[in-house]
């Protein structure tokens, strides 16, 4: 019998990604020395108490049964939290749990859009952005993120047809892959812009824990009149090192919320309580000490590698935030695919080509930040080494 994936999947190619990785995997077995900073999950670990929140309640039978939503002790840790942290108020029924913002920013076009929708993205921007709206049968609109403007996105040169369409816009800061922050000011433009369109923000937060220079992390919801445009998704993934348990939220506007929790609710039977019970944890104790070593830890890499790299002839500028580094490629090479290719081949180092992430980030590629400082000067002595840059 023959079995062919739906039209739909065709258009996810996994091209560079699968190339680079089998690369990779051929140069281990043949004993080459490998250093991977194209994975962006934590080497960090989650805090002790955590963990054992979720063994405790991973030791009990009765809590392997569908929890079908969230437990009433996580909507108050984070309604707590959110006040706390971020100085805001939010409420139970403005707060859904997902699986990861992954999850939930994949399904967004699903419970907001309708043929002729219009998702306003940016570009070069996280990759779940565009295939959420793909998924959700949304027409995807880009706004560049340029360093000329700060990355941040030129709202009055969106055309008028597009915003007469446009059913929601994502933004996200610190972001992913440029790694930079955006003012307050920003904010409040961008709810007037919102109210006076009658378009949804969605503001991406996975990163308010990781931000540098003595910069504070905020979130969307505490400016006035966000609740009245937009939704957060704040996620447990990078300041708890909670990758793999798939905790995020959903927090904002009512109807928002109210929209994706009753899509989740047809294909979701709720967050495993030991899971919810660990993210309660992670809410309610004080971590800011925790939080501001690990802080500490990727802008001391992050330091390592811009600066190692400068040093050894490959300028390259240090991010605002995120557990990325995002960098031109050097000025021989035309293509991030080719340097990416190219760069691991002669000297072991794996990053992540920037056309990955949209057009627009053709000519870049991104660094996770995630070997230690030794590891990361390791690597730079490897690309100096290889005459790579010459
Ligand atoms: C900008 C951005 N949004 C969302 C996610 C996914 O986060 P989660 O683990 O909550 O699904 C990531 C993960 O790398 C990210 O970089």
């Not at 929601?168 to 892959?177: A, E």
């Not at 937009?230 to 708890?240: D, R």
């Not at 021989?332 to 794996?350: D, P, Q, R, W």
Request: charged share 25%.
């Amino acid at each position: 019998m023959e079995i062919h994936s739906s039209k739909r999947l065709e258009h996810f190619k996994t091209g560079i990604f699968a190339f680079l990785d089998e690369k990779r995997i051929e140069m281990e077995k043949k004993g080459r020395k490998v250093v991977n900073f194209s994975i962006g999950t934590p080497d960090f670990t989650a805090p002790d108490e955590v963990v054992a929140s979720l063994v405790n309640g991973a030791s009990k039978p009765e809590t392997y049964g569908y929890t079908l939503t969230e437990i009433p002790e996580l909507k108050d840790a984070l309604c707590k939290y959110y006040k706390r942290r971020f100085n805001c108020d939010i409420f139970p029924d403005e707060i859904t749990a997902t699986n990861g913002s992954q999850e939930g920013i994949g399904h967004l076009a699903m419970a907001l859009c309708d043929k002729g929708d219009i998702a306003l993205l940016p570009n070069p921007g996280y990759p779940i952005f565009s295939a959420g709206a793909y998924l959700g049968g949304a027409d995807e609109y880009y706004y560049p993120v340029l360093e000329e403007n700060n990355y941040l996105p030129k709202l009055d040169e969106i055309p008028e047809d597009v915003l007469k369409r446009a059913k929601y816009i994502i933004v996200s800061y610190p972001s992913n892959p440029v790694c930079a922050i955006a003012p307050d000011e920003f904010y409040d433009e961008l709810i007037a812009w919102a109210k006076k369109h009658n378009i949804i923000v969605v503001h991406d937060n996975a990163y308010s824990d990781i931000i540098y220079d003595g910069n504070i992390g905020g979130s969307f919801l505490s400016h006035e009149g966000a609740k009245d445009v937009g939704i957060e998704f704040f996620s447990l993934s990078k300041s708890f090192n909670l990758t793999g348990a798939r905790v995020s939220f959903a927090i904002g506007n009512k109807e928002v919320v109210a929209a994706i929790k009753k899509l989740r609710s047809q294909y979701d039977f709720g967050i495993f309580r030991p899971i919810q019970e660990a993210a309660v944890t992670a809410l309610t104790e004080d971590y800011t000490e925790f939080l501001e070593n690990q802080r500490m830890k990727y802008q001391l890499r992050r330091d390592a590698l811009c600066d190692g790299l400068s040093a050894i002839g490959w300028k390259v500028p240090k991010g605002k935030g995120t557990m990325f580094a995002w960098m031109p490629i050097p000025e021989k090479f035309t293509s991030s695919e080719a340097f990416c290719f190219e760069l691991l081949e002669k000297t072991g180092v794996l990053c992540t080509p920037g056309s990955a992430f949209g057009s627009l980030g053709e000519g870049y590629v991104r660094f996770a930040l995630t070997k230690t400082v030794e590891e990361t000067q390791m690597a730079i002595k490897m690309i100096d080494e290889s005459g790579i840059l010459k």
